[in-house]
């Protein structure tokens, strides 16, 4: 079982930056992919970065450039979000997968709004 807490989201000008976090507590296994996910009033849920323990990095192309996802463990996720545009506001979500089995847990979710 594994639970994820996000943080972070907030408001924000376009323009500006956020860095929210996730943290995944429980059975964490040493060799899993952890990645952020958003939904737009309207939208289908859609990836927006990932990362596994290994190192390899996914990002939508909408984002490429301007998003820098990391982890400093192999529980702990950041999302450094840059240059943000009106179209990045969503609800946030955090995602993590089992590499070998595939198990999905996901967060609860973090509010960013982007102002013009």
């Known amino acids: 079982q594994v639970q994820l807490v996000e943080s972070g989201g907030g408001l924000v000008q376009a323009g500006g930056s956020l860095r929210p976090s996730c943290v995944a507590s429980g059975s964490i296994f040493n060799l899993n992919r952890m990645g952020w996910y958003r939904q737009a009033p309207g939208k289908q849920r859609e990836l927006v970065a990932s990362?596994?323990?290994?190192?390899?990095t996914t990002y939508a192309d909408s984002v490429k450039g301007r998003f820098t996802i990391s982890r400093d463990s192999a529980k702990t996720v950041y999302l450094q979000m840059n240059s943000l545009k009106l179209e990045d506001t969503a609800v946030y979500y955090c995602?993590?997968?089992?590499?070998?089995?595939?198990?999905?847990?996901w967060g609860q979710g973090t509010q960013v709004t982007v102002s013009a």
């Open positions: 990362i596994t323990t290994l190192g390899s």
């Open positions: 995602n993590y997968v089992r590499l070998g089995p595939t198990t999905n847990y």
